[in-house]
Nanobody, 122 residues
Framework: VQLQASGGGLVQAGGSLRLSCAAS????????MGWFRQAPGKEREFVAV????????YYADSVKGRFTISRDNAKNTMYLQMSSLKPEDTAVYYC????????????????WGQGTLVTVSS
């Protein structure tokens, strides 16, 4: 599975961005796809995850109510709609895919995208 993340950029606090993660290669049918982020000088952290088949979701408390994860099965693409962005959301965002239901830890994921930078200015 190859993952291609896109959609990052510079946005003012309170603004919105939508990240995309296009999957190619082996078809993902019963896996989790997730978003993680890594801010400068910090460890990578979980953001959100979606069950590819059922569409179940789970969010980190820090983004709950502001971010929405979704997927388009036909396009093999996952999205992260980010709203009410804060400077502390600034990070490189990575998409990942793994086998299992609503995986929360990065070591559970087998495939990773290259990352897309989100910068939120105050």
């Amino acid at each position: 599975v190859q993952l291609q993340a896109s959609g990052g950029g510079l946005v003012q606090a309170g603004g919105s961005l939508r990240l995309s993660c296009a999957a190619s290669g082996r078809t993902i049918t019963s896996s989790s796809m997730g978003w993680f982020r890594q801010a400068p000088g910090k460890e990578r952290e979980f953001v959100a995850v979606i069950s590819w088949s059922a569409g179940s979701t789970y969010y980190a408390d820090s983004v709950k109510g502001r971010f929405t994860i979704s997927r388009d099965n036909a396009k093999n693409t996952m999205y992260l709609q980010m709203s009410s962005l804060k400077p502390e959301d600034t990070a490189v965002y990575y998409c990942a895919a793994g086998t299992g239901f609503l995986l929360l830890h990065d070591n559970q994921y087998n495939y990773w995208g290259q990352g897309t930078l989100v910068t939120v200015s105050s």
